[in-house]
């Protein structure tokens, strides 16, 4: 099986069978509060699927890099490293956003051109393009994200569709990653996708000690 972990907006973890069905999956739409509630949520998941794991156990761990909040998505991939670490299996980062389009697309069968829209506070949204899934069945990203004004996004977007995302499904999420497993590729890189530098910054001023 894959456990899905993603915090880049609510809390959700899912896990799927080796032939992509899904087994459990958990979530809280709370923007805030995940370090509170994804042990939860990770405990109610396991134990709904712990005869299946019997005969198919959690092989990888999927993990939801964002774009998001720093402390959120900090939150979200070391739940899903420190259980990897654990179970001494491999961690698959994953976009969020290629979560949220697959399930778009698997929902609606969408072949002609979408935005995923995240909000990202600060009054900016987090705006992905996608054009249908490529021969290897993961969605296919035709613009990168960027973040855009939330005043500009109908300026910037036209006549495109537009899918505002308030949710990332775990289980679709690990779907992402047994595709990517299963072609050999790498979809990001094991650094978070902030999209913009932390508030917190190192002084650069140097502090004296009394004595």
């Given at each position: 099986m894959i456990l899905g972990v993603d915090t880049s907006l609510g809390t959700a973890v899912g896990l799927i069978a080796r032939d992509g069905r899904t087994v459990a999956e958990a979530a809280s739409g709370e923007p805030l509060g995940h370090a509170e509630i994804i042990g939860t949520l990770l405990?109610?998941?396991?134990?709904?699927?712990?005869?299946a794991a019997e005969q198919d156990p959690v092989a990888h761990v999927a993990a939801g890099m964002g774009p998001g909040p720093f402390t959120g998505l900090r939150i979200g991939i070391a739940a899903a490293r420190t259980f990897a670490l654990g179970r001494?299996?491999?961690v698959v980062p994953v976009p969020s956003h290629h979560a949220?389009?697959?399930?778009?697309?698997?929902?609606?069968?969408?072949?002609?051109?979408?935005?995923?829209l995240t909000d990202a506070r600060r009054r900016e949204t987090a705006v992905t393009v996608y054009e249908g899934i490529d021969v290897d069945g993961i969605p296919h990203?035709?613009?990168?994200?960027?973040?855009?004004?939330?005043?500009?996004v109908d300026a910037r977007l036209g006549a495109l569709r537009r899918i505002d995302v308030t949710a990332v499904s775990a289980t679709a999420l690990a779907r992402v990653a047994r595709r990517a497993l299963a072609a050999g590729r790498t979809l990001t890189g094991s650094e978070p996708i902030y999209l913009r530098a932390p508030d917190a910054r190192p002084s650069a001023a140097v502090k004296r000690v009394g004595s």
């Open positions: 405990e109610r998941v396991l134990a709904e699927a712990a005869e001494g299996i491999p949220a389009a697959l399930a778009v697309i698997e929902e609606e069968c969408l072949s002609e051109p979408f935005a995923i990203a035709v613009v990168d994200t960027v973040l855009v004004p939330r005043d500009e």
